[in-house]
């Protein structure tokens, strides 16, 4: 059945009342592999196939369809228990783990799969099938041939993650997100060196809404390409007007993430904007976190390069956190290094701090400037100065600042 005609069977039998039974989506794990390395007519045959293990794998009085592509939904009738319907579930999973042969080539597939309990998790055909979409989609996300139940705790974390993503879109397309300031500081005479361009956000509704919460989650949905976008735009846009002004802007430092360096195009975007504003190469440094810079393919080993090569200055973020090697770093055309925050916070007396040493010590000799993040006392600060840190941001100097009180702090004195 499609899916209207499998909606329709479900809605006959749940409308009999009392009824005790599963709902079960199955989805096959990579099943594009199959019509790009061999052809569609391949994978039709494949999709044949794993109808027919599916069907003859039921009761009489089960049902099954085929919703999409790749995708089957079936109703395991007479329980609602956890473990029959597991236990049901796994052989199905099995049946599609069995070997195809199409085209004389033998190939193995698995399936994801999300389970819905009636009457616990809805009485409807409606309610019963999204919420095994909801439980296939946590499946998926863990990897291949798993298999989850609907759960309100699920529910609610999917519902969660829906609406930050619609609020995030709206945030860009409605111009929320707003752009702050955070000045770093000279240690040896605490004068201006630079400033790290970050992004704030204010819901009407939530309020402030954390960087650490909206990033990653921006991150693991790809909507961090949109946000590095608009932050470039705006922070070149904001130099261009500081400029135009007649004030002398230092370097600012912009947070690049993984995607955004993976992203097709990412070189010739960030150029047009500086184009576009009239904003020299030298005028920024990227900051790319360990992991992104350490772990980076040959492509984005060579975009890096041709970024430096361009002007761009390249800082290397969150220093100490990832699992980088001495070759690796000195391959990299990286002239700042920072110290994550994790262990300047952990400066509470006088007493040495071997980590933070080790990383002045590293940097220096690959003739890199250090960079400290979140320095918050006198006592820390004196630390790093006399350890020969270079360079200092935190709260003991400046909370980031709004695009106005930057711009009075660069007025000369």
């Known amino acids: 059945m499609n899916r209207k005609g499998f909606s329709d069977q479900l809605s006959e039998r749940l409308n009999v009342g009392g009824r005790q039974l599963g709902v079960v989506l199955l989805n096959l794990d990579c099943f594009d592999i199959i019509n790009e390395t061999l052809s569609h007519t391949s994978g039709d045959l494949v999709l044949k196939i794993a109808s027919e293990r599916i069907s003859t794998s039921l009761a009489r009085k089960d049902l099954c369809g085929r919703l999409d592509a790749d995708e089957f939904i079936v109703m395991l009738d007479d329980t609602n228990r956890a473990d029959d319907l597991k236990s049901m579930t796994h052989r199905l999973q099995n049946r599609l783990s069995e070997p195809f042969a199409i085209e004389q080539r033998t190939f193995n597939l698995t399936a994801c799969a999300g389970i819905s309990v009636c009457p616990e998790n809805g009485t409807t055909s409606e309610s019963l099938m999204r919420r095994a979409e909801s439980a296939l989609r946590e499946a998926k996300s863990r990897g291949r041939h798993e298999l989850e139940f609907f759960s309100e705790e699920l529910e609610q974390r999917t519902k969660s993650a829906a609406d930050l993503e619609l609020e995030i879109r709206l945030a860009l397309d409605n111009d929320l997100f707003k752009l702050a300031y955070q000045p770093k500081y000279n240690l040896s005479d ?26 990653p989650f921006a991150e693991a ?9 608009l932050v470039l735009e705006e922070a070149c846009r904001q130099w261009r ?46 900051e790319i976190t360990e992991g992104a810079a350490l772990s980076h393919t040959k492509e984005q080993m060579e975009l890096i390069l ?15 956190t990832g699992y980088s ?48 993040e979140g320095v918050e006392t006198e006592l820390q600060r004196d630390f790093l100065k006399n350890k020969g840190c270079d360079i200092a941001q935190g709260f003991w100097y400046s909370r980031p600042l709004s695009a106005e009180k930057m711009r009075s702090a660069l007025l000369p004195d």
């Open 190 to 215: 605490d004068s201006l060196q630079s400033f790290e361009v970050l992004i704030r956000w204010f819901h009407p509704k939530w309020g402030p809404v954390s960087p650490s919460r909206f990033i």
């Open 325 to 372: 090697s001495l070759s690796q770093l000195s391959s990299l055309p990286a002239s700042t290094l920072k110290i994550d925050r994790a262990f300047v916070s952990k400066i509470t007396d006088s007493n040495s701090e071997p980590v933070i040493e080790a990383i002045i010590a590293l940097g220096h000799s690959l003739g890199m400037k250090i960079v400290a």
């Open 241 to 286: 007007e500081w400029t135009d002004f007649g004030l002398k802007v230092p370097t600012m430092a912009i947070n690049i993430s993984p995607l955004q360096l993976a992203s097709l195009g990412f070189k010739d975007a960030l150029l047009n904007t500086l184009k576009t504003f009239s904003v020299p190469a030298s005028a920024i440094e990227l």
């Open 221 to 229: 949905n790809g909507l961090i390409v949109q946000i590095g976008r």
């Open 306 to 320: 041709a970024l430096n090569n361009e002007g761009f200055s390249l800082a290397i973020d969150d220093f100490g």
